[in-house]
């Protein structure tokens, strides 16, 4: 309990209100506040993109050399299937995690050719997710969504020659 509360002082209250609807989330759903699944959290929220495990770990080691990679990779898990954060993989690339607020929901474009990632709104695929409905009576939770394709950039290259 001591490491908590130290920790909690030192990440300030702008972090603190930063991760107040995700903190409240996990209470809420009755599991517990742990200091590493708060710096995980921290890590991943201001991180402002996708992060590797190792640089997640790199991160939570500024707050605490007690934190290995194993805690890190059990707390991704957790953060993970409870819905408070997104992994996004990329073949031939180390998973990365980003955080997941609500209100700002995205899916994800890749090009296989240049490896530029686009953030695409969640309403362009609500077609899909009617026509699946209609169609096969299958409704489909699209959250985060990786789609594989040519940017505008390659495919005017692939176009040319």
């Known amino acids: 309990m001591h490491l908590h509360f130290r920790f909690l002082s030192t990440i300030g209250e702008t972090t603190m209100s930063c991760l107040e609807p995700v903190i409240d989330q996990l209470r809420v759903s009755g599991h517990r506040l742990t200091p590493q699944r708060v710096m995980v959290l921290d890590a991943i929220y201001h991180a402002g993109g996708h992060l590797t495990t190792d640089e997640v770990y790199e991160r939570v ?60 709104e969640p309403n362009v695929l609500e077609g899909l997710a009617e026509k699946l409905r209609e169609d096969y009576g299958f409704h489909a939770r699209l959250s985060h969504i990786t789609i594989h394709g040519l940017c505008r950039t390659c495919a005017a290259k692939k176009q040319r020659s």
């Open 61 to 120: 080691q500024t707050h605490s050399r007690y934190v290995d990679r194993t805690t890190i990779y059990r707390t991704l898990q957790f953060l993970k299937q409870n819905g408070l954060i997104g992994e996004f993989r990329l073949d031939g690339q180390p998973v990365r995690y980003e955080a997941i607020r609500s209100g700002e929901e995205h899916h994800h474009a890749v090009c296989d050719e240049c490896g530029q990632v686009s953030d695409i």
